[in-house]
């Protein structure tokens, strides 16, 4: 492994480790189900986890999995190639999604939420039905700022993503082991590993998509200012209830100088030793 290769690795691995243990993302035993969409990300994701699978004080399985959504043009020899010449146990879930969300979205709306929730579903089934303790997904810091603004700009909430996550349904519990991971370093090690990228015929080509617009705000605050991705990533562990307006957080009702702020909400000081500090870098 060449040096420049080497070093992008050990810091995938650094931050990753970093994120499976400030999240207890990982018990001892666990089955994980790692979503395996043929893209740069999800590639990423594998070859980290097989790495800690190889060297982590604790023992879990991974089981690669792939949703085939009969894409014209879908390359279907790639993926059982790839790991089957890695010895990774995997399963190719075959599934028409593709006709049902072209005819189910209207015409000049983007594919992605009825797609995405079709492909959830599928994918919870099949977790539950092979026992798997964990679903593991591919997503990484800027899609975390990204989501950030995307509810803020468009949906009135401040809400991103999270590194771990109960499903909707009860049913699984989701990790994104990539979350303090930048792109720009997953675009650097897909590129040292040759993966076989896949691409995705059903929304790729889709132009003015909301997150495309955010994307190229944070790609131009990048330039202006560079580390500002991280800074906002930094300040979703550093909430401050009492300076915001979610009265369901805070009681702004009951402030009363005789009143500690921590005991109003989950408000605390820059010396209360409850308070979480940054222990972690996080820059790409």
Partial sequence: MSYEKNKCHKKLRRLVGQALSDFDMLDNGDKVMVCLSGGKDSYTLLDILLSFQRHAPLEFELVAVNLDQKQPGFPEHVLPGYLSERAVPYKILQEDTYSVVKRLTPEGKTTCPICSRLRRGILYGYAKEIGATKIALGHHMDDVVETLFLNMFYGGRMKAMPAKLKSDDGENILIRPL??????????????????????????????????????????????????????????????????????????????????????????????????????????
């Fill in 179 to 284: 979350y303090y991971c930048r792109e720009k370093l997953i675009t650097q090690w897909s590129a040292y590993a040759q993966h076989p990228i896949i691409p995705c015929n059903l929304c790729g080509a889709q132009e003015n998509l909301q997150r495309q617009a955010i994307k190229q705000m944070l790609r131009e605050w990048e330039v202006a200012q560079p580390g500002r991705v991280e800074n906002i990533a930094r300040s979703l562990a550093h909430v401050v209830p009492s300076h915001l307006a979610d009265t369901k957080l805070f009681d702004f009702g009951n402030l009363s100088v005789d009143v500690p702020l921590q005991d109003l909400g989950r408000d605390l000081g820059p010396d209360d030793p409850d308070r979480r500090i940054d222990v972690v870098e996080i820059s790409g």
